[in-house]
């Protein structure tokens, strides 16, 4: 790929092009190819030896989650425009013939839907926290977790690096806010030093999440002022705007607060997530290795292949 | 002259702390809060900082620009006092 005059909409016909991705219809949706898998897989295995030392404990989550809990971590008040919900048809058999007429007219049938208790999960963490604070106190030395799922924002684009359904890999420490902040330090380092050693370009920054609305604008600058985010950027589909393929969060004790997560003594818990973006670090190893893995430079292929 | 001015000022002030009295979501009550003290020290979330930021520009019918929209606007009384006359004198 001619990395010099890479748009989003030709990094995109040039991943369908080499059959590495395929279209559904829907922008932000796509197939994955074996090989595009395959580099994921590699990718997870190489992230699961870097943090092997730490011995977190593994939960896989599935795509979706309690809208309760999405509802009360406080989604809905910064990212209302990102959320997804769940509805299904839960009326009767006349009902069933109104949709069907509806449908067949052209009309909007949707509206005969509603809303289940389930909603998308937007990032790995969000199911964890109430499930730990209903195990009790959180322990001195604090918790380290280790999670993976699809998550859905609703942004569709034509940018193959913003996608509406993807996996996250997050690792999530909860306890003082020492400990975790000396993780999320220790991430920013073993992050930056994994990316490098897969020859791709990258730079470390203060960011900000994409809160909603001109209140969101503050919420961002808050965000940044007290550094809380970090992200891991690569140039993927712009040279200018470098993609964030893996975030650094630390949250204080937000999740803390929200679900009560406590140590024995009482106290609050603060909480860190490190998150790696699966698709995104894939499509910047095709984007500046080529379509062709057995053409990846030696280095980049020993990482991830002969390890 | 001066002796209006800051009549008007604490009128203001206490507009604003009444803001904060009606928002519960705040940790603390402001009668106990100086026009000086931090608000996020005293418990203020990013969050109920936008309420306030919304709860303000009603009340003043103003919009803050995007440069104010920053920690240090809304991190006390006063110096949310300090940013609504700049607006307001503005618009006069
Ligand atoms: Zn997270």
Redesign the pocket.
């Given at each position: 790929m001619d990395t010099a005059t890479i748009t989003a909409k030709s990094l995109l016909d040039s991943l369908f092009d080499n059959d590495i991705l395929f279209e559904t219809g829907v922008d932000g949706l796509y197939g994955r190819s074996g090989v595009f898998e395959e580099v994921i897989e590699r990718f997870q295995r190489l992230v699961t030896r870097l943090g092997a030392p730490d011995k977190a404990t593994a939960i896989h989550f599935p795509p979706g989650m309690s809208r309760a809990t999405l509802e009360k971590s406080g989604y809905m008040k910064s990212f209302p425009q990102l959320a997804g919900c769940v509805h299904s048809f839960s009326g009767n058999e006349r009902d069933h013939a109104k949709l069907l007429g509806m449908m067949a007219a052209g009309e909007d049938w949707t509206e005969l839907q509603q809303a289940t208790e389930v909603a998308l999960t937007p990032?790995?963490?969000y199911p964890l926290y109430p499930t730990v604070a209903a195990r009790g106190p959180v322990p001195d030395e604090g918790l380290l977790f280790e999670l993976s799922s699809y998550c859905f924002r609703h942004e569709p684009s034509q940018d193959p690096a913003r996608m509406q359904l993807f996996r996250m890999r997050?690792f999530?420490r909860i306890g003082t806010s020492d400990q975790v902040r000396a993780f999320r330090e220790s991430w920013l380092e073993r992050g930056k030093a994994m990316i490098e050693s897969l020859g791709l370009p990258c730079e470390v920054d203060v960011a900000n999440d994409p809160f909603f609305g001109r209140g969101g604008k503050m919420m961002a600058n808050n965000q940044r002022d007290q550094g809380l985010k970090f992200e891991l950027l690569i140039p993927v589909s712009s040279v200018e705007k470098p993609t964030a393929c893996l975030s650094f969060?630390y949250h204080q004790d937000h999740f803390g607060q929200t679900w009560g997560l406590k140590f024995a003594d009482g106290s609050l818990c603060h909480s860190a997530?490190v998150?790696f973006g699966l698709e995104r670090v894939a499509l910047a190893l095709f984007r500046h290795h080529g379509p062709d893995v057995a053409a990846w430079p030696a280095a980049a292929r020993a990482v991830l292949w002969e390890a | 002259m001066r002796l209006v001015k800051l009549e008007a000022r604490r009128k203001m002030i206490d507009r604003i702390r009444s803001l904060f009295a009606r928002n519960d979501a705040l940790p603390f009550d402001i009668e106990k809060l100086s026009d000086q003290d931090n608000l996020y020290d005293a418990g203020m979330t990013s969050f109920a900082s936008v309420q306030i930021m919304l709860a303000i520009e009603e009340e003043f019918d103003t919009e803050f620009p995007e440069r104010m929209l920053t920690r240090r606007t809304f991190a006390s009384v006063a110096n949310i006092a300090e940013a609504v006359s700049q607006l307001t004198e503005q618009s006069n």
């Open positions: 990032a790995a963490c997050e999530v969060n997530c998150g | -």
